[in-house]
C-alpha cells in the first residue's frame, strides 16, 4: 500500500458519513453532558438556597418570639417599678401611686 491508497482510503472514511458524522455526534454529546452537569448544579444551589431560606425563616421567628419575651418583661418591669414603696421604714407601706390607680379603677368601674 502506498501513500495514495492509505490517504485515499482515509478521506473516503471521513468523507462518506462515518467520520463527518462521528465527529458532530462527540460534540453533541460533549454539549449534552455539560448541559446535564449544569441542569445538577442549578438544582444543587437551589435546594441549598431554600434550605437556607428555610433556616433563616426559623431564625426570624425565634428572634421574633425573643424580642415579645423581652418586651413582655419590660412591661412587668415597668409595672413592678410603678408599684414599688417608697416607705421602707414603716409597716402601713403603700404604692406611691396609690392615688392614681384609685382613679383609674373608679373610671374603669363607671
Not at 22 to 34: I, L, P, S, T
Not at 47 to 71: G, I, N, S, V, W
Amino acid at each position: 500500500m502506498d501513500v495514495a491508497t492509505l490517504l485515499t482510503t482515509l478521506l473516503t472514511t471521513l468523507l462518506s458519513g462515518g467520520g463527518v458524522a462521528g465527529f458532530m455526534q462527540y460534540k453533541q454529546n460533549k454539549k449534552a453532558k455539560e448541559l446535564e452537569n449544569d441542569k445538577a448544579a442549578s438544582e444543587q444551589w437551589r435546594a441549598l438556597y431554600e434550605e437556607q431560606m428555610k433556616t433563616a425563616q426559623a431564625l426570624r421567628e425565634k428572634l421574633h418570639e425573643a424580642r415579645a419575651l423581652l418586651e413582655e418583661e419590660k412591661r412587668q418591669t415597668l409595672m413592678c417599678r410603678f408599684y414599688v414603696c417608697e416607705k421602707l421604714d414603716c409597716t402601713d407601706r403603700e404604692p406611691p401611686h396609690a392615688e392614681i390607680m384609685k382613679e383609674f379603677k373608679q373610671v374603669f368601674e363607671k
